[in-house]
T-cell receptor, first 114, second 112 residues
Framework: ETGVTQTPRHLVMGMTNKKSLKCEQH?????MYWYKQSAKKPLELMFV???????ENNSVPSRFSPECPNSSHLFLHLHTLQPEDSALYLC?????????????FGPGTRLTVT | GDSVTQMEGPVTLSEEAFLTINCTYT??????LFWYVQYPGEGLQLLLK?????DKGSNKGFEATYRKETTSFHLEKGSVQVSDSAVYFC???????????FGKGTRLSVIA
């Protein structure tokens, strides 16, 4: 595997379910990101981890819970979601945290909340 | 706050047509500007960037010039191909640890 991979690629869940999204980067990067991509809205940065510590949390509801066990893996734990949380969730990584570092994106997980 | 405004899509062009996708921005300070492309079923990829006024970013036949006087960074390509069909995002960052600010994206469809 190369680059940034995300699993699953598609997920349908009920509002009472608990599920997790997984992201893995094979680039040796130190920073990882979660973004939410909704139709006709700009990409929204949700969380940033640098060297496994959370450095950015953009007022994301607590029903989204990130976890970064090491610099190669990033999870997004989901519980009691709402239908408006349906979106494409993109993971990205970069060599460092800061605007001078290019971000590399995964293909995303398409989440549908029913 | 900082923001990016892109032209509404979708944009549909015939192969070999000229492409322009407009992007204007509002930012404090002097931002760096980017165009990202998202092909179907894939994540975003950096297409080109410019870090100061009058810089021209270019890649794969696409170009964009950082125009400080008009706060714009329009994407152009002289002759599009079917393989250019994708969603294009304009973005900016004002440096340091500030995050990327994205526009809403413009979907381009090129037909043979």
């Amino acid at each position: 595997e190369t680059g940034v991979t995300q699993t699953p690629r598609h997920l349908v869940m009920g509002m009472t379910n608990k599920k997790s999204l997984k992201c893995e980067q094979h680039l040796g990067h130190n920073a990882m990101y979660w973004y939410k991509q909704s139709a006709k809205k700009p990409l929204e940065l949700m969380f940033v981890y640098s060297l496994e510590e959370r450095v950015e949390n953009n007022s994301v509801p607590s029903r989204f819970s990130p976890e970064c066990p090491n610099s190669s893996h990033l999870f997004l734990h989901l519980h009691t979601l709402q239908p408006e949380d349906s979106a494409l969730y993109l993971c990205a990584s970069s060599q460092g945290w800061g605007s001078s570092y290019e971000q590399y994106f995964g293909p995303g997980t398409r989440l549908t909340v029913t | 706050g900082d923001s990016v405004t892109q032209m509404e899509g979708p944009v549909t062009l015939s192969e070999e047509a000229f492409l322009t996708i407009n992007c204007t921005y509002t930012a404090t300070g002097y931002p760096s500007l980017f165009w990202y492309v998202q092909y179907p079923g894939e994540g975003l990829q950096l297409l080109l960037k410019a870090t100061k006024a009058d810089d021209k970013g270019s890649n794969k036949g696409f170009e964009a010039t950082y125009r400080k006087e008009t706060t714009s960074f329009h994407l152009e390509k002289g002759s599009v191909q079917v393989s250019d069909s994708a969603v294009y995002f304009c973005a900016l960052t004002t440096g340091g640890n500030t995050p990327l600010v994205f526009g809403k994206g413009t979907r381009l469809s090129v037909i043979a």
